[in-house]
């Protein structure tokens, strides 16, 4: 009987520390728009105004951040994995070596934003605006970027293997170095995209514009 309760407590001690993000930080959050190294996982910020929010390398995994604004903020090193961040604006935004991994930032804002050496794998971005992004050394592998905007992104060395890339827009983007294997760019708009040692969806390289 003694076993069975300590069982039960440590299992209640677990899911509370791997699940519950804390009241304090939350509150810090929104009294101050700072709250740097935070554990915020699970949190429901979804439509919070938090523009120019410092949330730098802050656990958000799984939070609700849909439609929220977050204009200019800093959440360089953030952990977003499978939050929820569609509809979200994230203009200018700092995400650099952030993890995204399966993510949703579907229709999110993410014009001008900085994901440099961030990880978006697995992520769903389909519709989402990402002209003029700093992209460069980013890890989209099996990401969903259908019908995206990467209208003059800068894409170098960036890894799209067996991205979806279906109807989405290249326009002037910068793609030297990026790897596409096995990407899908079904009817993909690449008009003006720099070509230079980027690998093609059948493993070629393409150094049109070296």
Known sequence: MRNQIILTLSIALLATQSFGYEDKDLERLRSTSKCIKCDLSEADLGGYLLMGANLISSNLTGAKLQGADLTNANLSEANLSEANL??????????????LTEANLSLANMSWVDLSEATLREANLSEADFSKANLSRTDLRES???????????????????????????????????????????????????????????????????
């Open 86 to 99: 569609s509809e979200a604006n994230l203009f200018g935004a700092n995400l650099r070596g952030a993890n």
């Open 144 to 210: 969903n970027l259908q019908k995206a905007d990467l209208r003059e992104a800068d894409l170098r060395a960036a890894d799209l293997r067996e991205a979806i890339l279906v109807a989405a827009y290249l326009n002037e983007a910068n793609l030297d170095g990026a790897d596409m294997r096995k990407a899908n760019l079904y009817r993909a708009s690449m008009r003006g995209a720099t070509l230079c040692n980027t690998i093609d969806p059948e493993g070629g390289k393409n150094n049109k514009d070296c």
